[in-house]
């Protein structure tokens, strides 16, 4: 049977990427994609793109919350994403709070 496109997967490329906290250079899978709010006029506002779908240009940092706050720390954000003030992280800081805490999965246990 010949092989359709469709039936044929390609490997997805493996892009490297630098976190702006750590300078640590890591697949993008490892990483947390982050962007300005499209929706903000003050162009202020970060949010989390786990999906990397969100236009504008994008900022990669190891999703964990001390990196965040020494990217906070060395105002990493305003660098990598090219504004000239202060970037509101609140956003990013709930998404890694609400992740690091894993699923909330409650099982049974079976007798």
């Known amino acids: ?3 359709t496109r469709d039936s044929v997967t390609a490997p997805r490329e493996i892009r490297i990427r630098t976190c702006i906290a ?3 250079r890591r697949p993008d899978t490892e990483l947390l994609r982050v962007v300005l709010d499209p929706q903000d006029p ?4 970060a949010l989390a793109d786990p999906a990397r779908r969100l236009p504008g240009r994008g900022a990669w940092i190891t999703p964990d919350l001390a990196v965040l706050e020494l990217a906070e720390q060395r105002r ?6 090219r504004v000239s003030t202060t970037v509101d992280t609140g956003h990013v800081r709930r998404y890694l709070a609400a992740h690091a805490a894993g ?3 409650v099982r049974k246990t079976e007798h």
């Not at 003050?42 to 506002?45: A, D, E, G, K, N």
């Not at 990493?76 to 994403?81: E, M, Q, V």
């Open 76 to 81: 990493a954000f305003r660098r990598a994403l």
């Open 103 to 105: 699923p909330d999965i």
């Open 1 to 3: 049977m010949p092989e």
């Open 42 to 45: 003050t162009r202020s506002t």
């Open 22 to 24: 750590t300078r640590e």
